[in-house]
């Protein structure tokens, strides 16, 4: 997905640790997106930002943190990671209308 | 709150049919819809969209079609082929001012059999 890279593509950790998992976009869009994806839930949104140090929280928020200090970095933390949060976890990037998606990130909470 | 419903969650069909998936929406604001195709280990990627103020669009075998006044809008893919099995998700657009919040339906498998 030219333009935006999520890292790691991959993680395992405990319950209780916390967890940070990073985006990072080349297309200097305003809007960037936290999703999760569950089998029967289709994508669900954690946080947004509409700005460097402009954070609001989504429908699934409980849980996580972000912060946005770059234009092209948006973080997503885990404070204290719960099997709960077992989930793919997708960043997306937006400068109007229309999302261009990340690889995705495979979180599995053991 | 906003929902997005979206059916069938699986389809199968064979190549050269066919496919229709269906999604209906809650918040009237909604005014823009777009279907995104997400295949095995990649992120969905966009491949068509809608805004309220049109009724239908046509991209070579892939056509959306809405209707305001039910809130729901449909993909219709023709000429099925093998590389169109994928999830497909469909999303509307919520909220107030510009955020470009989307919230998206559960996703329909499709399969296209040779």
């Known amino acids: 997905d030219a333009g935006i890279t999520q890292s790691p593509r991959h993680k395992v950790t405990e319950t209780g640790t916390p967890v940070t998992l990073r985006c990072h976009q080349t297309e200097n869009h305003r809007y960037m997106y936290w999703y999760r994806q569950d089998p029967g839930h289709g994508l669900r949104l954690i946080h947004y930002?509409?700005?460097?140090?402009?954070?609001d929280k989504g429908e699934v928020s409980d849980g996580y943190s972000v912060s946005r200090s770059k234009t092209e970095d948006f973080l997503l933390t885990l404070e204290s990671a719960t099997s709960s949060q077992t989930s793919v976890y997708f960043c997306?990037?937006?400068?109007?209308?229309?999302?261009?998606f990340g690889s995705g990130t495979r979180l599995t909470v053991v | 709150g906003e929902n997005v419903e979206q059916h069938p969650s699986t389809l199968s069909v064979q190549e050269g049919d066919s496919a229709v998936i269906k999604c209906t929406y809650s918040?009237?604001?909604?005014?823009?819809f777009p279907w995104y195709k997400q295949e095995l280990g990649k992120g969905p990627q966009l491949i068509i969209d809608?805004?309220?103020?049109?009724g239908e669009k046509k991209d070579q075998r892939i056509a959306v079609t809405l209707n305001k006044t039910a809130k729901h809008f449909s993909l219709h893919i023709t000429e099925t082929q093998p590389e169109d099995s994928a999830v497909y998700f469909c999303a509307a657009s919520y909220g107030s001012g510009n955020t470009g919040k989307l919230i998206f339906g559960q996703g329909t498998t499709l399969q296209v059999k040779p």
């Open positions: 918040d009237s604001a909604s005014n823009y």
């Open positions: 809608i805004r309220s103020n049109v």
């Open positions: 930002s509409y700005g460097v140090k402009d954070t």
């Open positions: 997306a990037i937006s400068e109007s209308i229309g999302y261009t």
